[in-house]
């Protein structure tokens, strides 16, 4: 080895020019990182987010707690009580059983959709452009009804209250079919 080579010289010199030549390139190259989450970045079209549990065109709570989609997830990730609905509370609940509570842990959940397609009722919708949020405690990922179900519409005027989408309308009547 020649002096220069025993010194490492060559070496350190090739090294450090791939560096800069990177470090420029990259510099002028468009920004291919965002600041989430000030920033997020476009959804996929089929992009499955937060879950949502639906109203029925009346306002009153799809869900009828079967637990279908608790047997369908593969993340054991859904959980809830059923309860009996009261006299009186039909503007409140479709069915005669009803979800007491429904918790879905949003850090056990792969966001699969299975839940989902298993349920019968269309109430557990996984919504197109939304996800949990980043939060620093581990409990604050357990999503109960309080922030799952659709919140009424503010829009006092309608008495038809929360409207299915054109898409959600159509697999409602998809899976009545069957
Ligand atoms: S999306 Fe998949 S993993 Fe998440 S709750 Fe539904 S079935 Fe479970
Ligand atoms: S969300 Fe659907 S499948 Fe799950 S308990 Fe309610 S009605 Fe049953």
Known sequence: MTLAERAYLPAIFQGLTITMRHFFRAATKKQVTVRYPDETRPF????????????????????????????????????????????GEENLYREEKYAVSYEVNMLRCIFCGLCEEACPKAAVYLQADKMAPPRFERDEFIYGKDRLVEPVSPDKRSKRGIQLTPEQAEKLRQKQLT
Do not use: N
Not at 53 to 74: F, H, N, Q, Y
């Open 44 to 87: 996929s079209p089929v992009f499955r987010g937060l879950h949502v549990l639906k109203r029925d065109e009346l306002g009153r709570e799809r869900c009828t707690a079967c637990g279908l989609c608790a047997v369908a997830c593969p993340a054991e990730a859904i959980t809830m009580v059923a309860g009996e609905r009261k006299k």
